[in-house]
């Protein structure tokens, strides 16, 4: 990657933002819209967390990793304290890569 195309890319992604401030101005989104922007962070996390659960490189894996984001979910689903989540999660996935 040369310093080019990261500067290119970098104008890029201020031209989107700032292309947003100029459309909208000083309004604001209609309701049914802020609802919706608000749950994008977590739907970009979970689709990351997924793609790096069932893949490795180019392939779909069943692996350990599935099951310990099984029981990580099922934790929190519980209502489980978030470092137990995550304690929970990366024990599974050790234990059953030992087996």
Same mark, same amino acid.
């Given at each position: 990657?040369?310093?080019?195309?990261?500067?290119?890319?970098?104008?890029?992604?201020?031209?989107?933002?700032?292309?947003?401030?100029?459309?909208?101005?000083?309004?604001?989104?209609?309701?049914?819209?802020?609802?919706?922007?608000?749950?994008?962070?977590?739907?970009?996390?979970?689709?990351?967390?997924?793609?790096?659960?069932?893949?490795?490189?180019?392939?779909?894996?069943?692996?350990?990793?599935?099951?310990?984001? @099984?029981?990580?979910?099922? @934790?929190?689903?519980?209502?489980?304290?978030?470092?137990?989540?995550?304690?929970?999660?990366?024990?599974?996935?050790?234990?059953?890569?030992?087996?």
């Amino acid at each position: 990657m040369t310093w080019t195309l990261i500067i290119l890319l970098t104008l890029g992604a201020y031209a989107f933002k700032v292309t947003g401030l100029v459309f909208l101005g000083g309004r604001s989104l209609p309701p049914v819209f802020e609802r919706c922007l608000a749950l994008i962070p977590a739907a970009v996390v979970t689709a990351l967390v997924m793609k790096d659960t069932f893949t490795n490189g180019q392939e779909l894996v069943l692996d350990a990793r599935a099951l310990g984001i @099984a029981v990580a979910g099922i @934790a929190a689903w519980r209502k489980a304290p978030l470092i137990v989540v995550i304690v929970l999660g990366a024990a599974v996935t050790a234990l059953v890569r030992q087996i």
